[in-house]
């Protein structure tokens, strides 16, 4: 069983950045593609951003050039750098695990001035 728990979520204005964190319970990206998704208020959750096992990565387009994904090893701990927010990037942010179907419980992201 693999927990996953995230981090990092808060209330910035439009422009402005957070970094989320997702923390797994034992050492899997070396073994596990990642994704992290997002849930806006009354709409169905959409991808984000994934890392593939050898450090792939890819965007939605709604967040290329904005978002990066990285993982740190030593750590068991995803990230999601998100810079020149807007406020259509507000959501619940979850990270997952592609094997198992792994969701972490989410982590609230405003946007808004």
């Known amino acids: 069983q693999v927990q996953l728990v995230e981090s990092g979520g808060g209330l910035v204005q439009p422009g402005g950045s957070l970094r989320l964190s997702c923390a797994a319970s034992?050492?899997?990206?070396?073994?596990?593609?990642m994704d992290w998704y997002r849930q806006a208020p009354g709409k169905q959750r959409e991808w984000v951003a994934a890392?593939?096992?050898?450090?792939?990565?890819n965007y939605a387009d709604s967040v290329k050039g904005r978002f990066t994904i990285s993982r740190d090893f030593d750590k068991n701990t995803m990230y999601l750098q998100m810079n020149s927010l807007k406020p259509e990037d507000t959501g619940v942010y979850y990270c997952?695990?592609?094997?198992?179907?792994?969701w972490g419980q989410g982590t609230q992201v405003t946007v808004s001035s």
């Open positions: 997952h695990q592609v094997v198992g179907d792994y």
């Open positions: 034992k050492s899997i990206f070396r073994l596990n593609a």
């Open positions: 890392v593939t096992t050898g450090g792939r990565t």
